[in-house]
């Protein structure tokens, strides 16, 4: 059987295993389990349990349970309430400040986070009822928690780019400084479109009234000192992020060592500011982040079996090999990948995606002549669009949770906006890949 016969057929198996309702760990394993026994030598069975440990034998990884402390740590208090408010505060004079202010509380908890269900959790709480009190229609009050949820994995730090980094063997630290200007490229758009929105809405409300509980947007004024008073609690997260930026730019800490400080740190000041107790609290997050951080490791580990498999029955080298052999313009085959990467986030996490497809993708990006930096900037993006469109879309899960009286086809309703701004924001990489670049090209590395 050739290897381009035997890979579709191995993509065909693949498919019914992940697609099966089976945990993505179990199915790659068990995919792996069956390609190893059916196609290879019986004996590589005994190497299986090695391979699965090299492939989490890496030091890069100890920053994902880091980050996934940190953000567990933040996420189980309500500073992300106290952000939101903070920022609506300062933005509300704004045509539709009350939606910007959800979606900048987003982008910064999105840098103490790292996940994107937990910003849309965490601010989605707070943001919803208040944007749906001040009239705004349920539609853009949920498509503006599900788009800025997607933040999450953009700005840094990012599970998605530290697993991408693993898995093509890049600089972590440079993926997470390039995610900086494009995490604020989308921030801006996303904000733009936002008041774009209310001021035709306001001119034109038609049927938007009908789903919001008070049509008539709250008029409402703080002063400077009630300004202020709002920064207190938020001021030191703020610093928190500043400060880690500052380690990994300037190449003072590695991603995991700037993980460790971000969540020691955190748990200190969650303490100090909103009375953590160490018998009730911290045992909730510890397990929040021993369950989650256990599930993205197995999917690396399987995912790292899956992908020798792949390699030693000479899958990845034909399919590389075949793309560049067809000598398509390079842009013609990035907007193949990207239409292929959109569709797999219809049914798949992020991390999934990342550690199945990398291997396969990197040597046809390298080949092609385009920066592994960048395009893991671009695969983020792919990643965020796949968040919010169905039928795995959890964003959209998680704000119908929030507003279980919104229809999930007005969520989706508002949310199709910013999927299209997510494109735009891949197209305008493509023409500027500097956006991407410039940073990490004047980043010291460690």
């Given at each position: 059987m050739?290897?381009?016969?035997?890979?579709i057929f191995i993509l065909v198996v693949s498919l019914v295993f992940l697609l099966s309702g089976m945990p993505i760990a179990f199915a790659l394993g068990a995919v792996s389990l069956f390609f190893i026994v059916t196609l290879m030598d019986v004996n590589q069975l005994f190497m299986t349990a090695h391979t699965v440990y090299e492939g989490l034998n890496d030091f890069g990884l100890l920053a994902i349970p880091l980050f996934i402390l940190m953000g567990s740590t933040i996420a189980h208090t309500k500073a992300g309430a106290d952000l939101y408010e903070a920022l609506h505060r300062w933005l509300y004079r704004l045509p539709g400040g009350l939606?910007?202010?959800?979606?900048?509380?987003?982008?910064?908890?999105?840098?103490?986070?790292?996940?994107?269900?937990?910003?849309?959790?965490?601010?989605?709480?707070?943001g919803i009822p208040e944007m749906r009190k001040r009239g705004y229609p349920g539609s853009l009050a949920t498509g503006v928690i599900v788009a800025g949820g997607t933040l999450g994995i953009l700005i840094p730090p990012s599970v998605t780019m530290i697993v991408y980094g693993i898995a093509t063997q890049s600089s972590v630290g440079k993926l997470f400084i390039a995610g900086v200007i494009p995490g604020l490229l989308m921030t801006g758009l996303f904000s733009v479109w936002v008041i774009f929105f209310m001021v035709l809405w306001r001119r034109n409300p038609g049927k938007g009234q009908i789903d919001s509980p008070n049509p008539s947007p709250a008029?409402?004024?703080?002063?400077?000192?009630e300004k202020l008073a709002s920064l207190p609690r938020v001021l030191p997260f703020i610093?928190?992020?500043?400060?880690?930026?500052?380690?990994?730019?300037?190449?003072?800490?590695?991603?995991?060592?700037?993980?460790?400080?971000?969540?020691?740190?955190?748990?200190?000041?969650?303490?100090?500011?909103?009375?953590?107790t160490l018998r009730e609290d911290l045992l909730r997050i510890l397990k929040g982040s021993i369950r989650e951080s256990t599930m993205?490791?197995?999917?690396?580990?399987?995912?790292?079996?899956?992908?020798?498999?792949?390699?030693?029955?000479?899958?990845?080298?034909?399919?590389?090999?075949?793309?560049?052999?067809?000598?398509?313009?390079?842009?013609?085959?990035?907007?193949?990948i990207n239409f292929f990467l959109l569709v797999l986030g219809c049914f798949m996490p992020p991390v999934a995606i990342i550690l199945i497809t990398a291997p396969i993708l990197h040597p046809i990006i390298t080949g092609l002549g385009f920066d592994t930096i960048w395009f893991g900037v671009i695969i983020t993006l792919n990643m965020e669009a796949?968040?919010?469109?169905?039928?795995?879309?959890?964003?959209l899960y998680i704000v119908q949770g929030i507003a279980p009286d919104v229809p999930i086809?007005?969520?989706?309703?508002g949310s199709m906006p910013f999927l299209l701004l997510l494109g735009l924001g891949i197209i305008i990489l493509c023409i500027w890949p500097e956006l991407a670049l410039w940073l990490p090209n004047k980043m010291i590395t460690r």
């Open positions: 050739s290897p381009a016969i035997l890979g939606g910007i202010s959800n979606i900048f509380s987003c982008a910064v908890f999105a840098a103490l986070c790292g996940s994107s269900p937990a910003t849309a959790a965490a601010i989605g709480t707070a008029t409402e004024s703080y002063t400077l000192k610093l928190l992020i500043v400060i880690m930026m500052w380690a990994l730019y300037g190449g003072l800490a590695t991603p995991s060592e700037a993980a460790a400080v971000g969540a020691i740190a955190a748990l200190i000041m969650v303490k100090a500011f909103y009375q953590l993205i490791l197995m999917i690396v580990g399987t995912s790292y079996l899956f992908g020798v498999v792949l390699t030693k029955l000479y899958i990845t080298q034909t399919v590389a090999n075949g793309i560049i052999e067809l000598a398509l313009n390079k842009w013609l085959v990035m907007l193949i796949g968040l919010i469109t169905p039928p795995v879309g959890l964003n086809s007005q969520v989706l309703q």
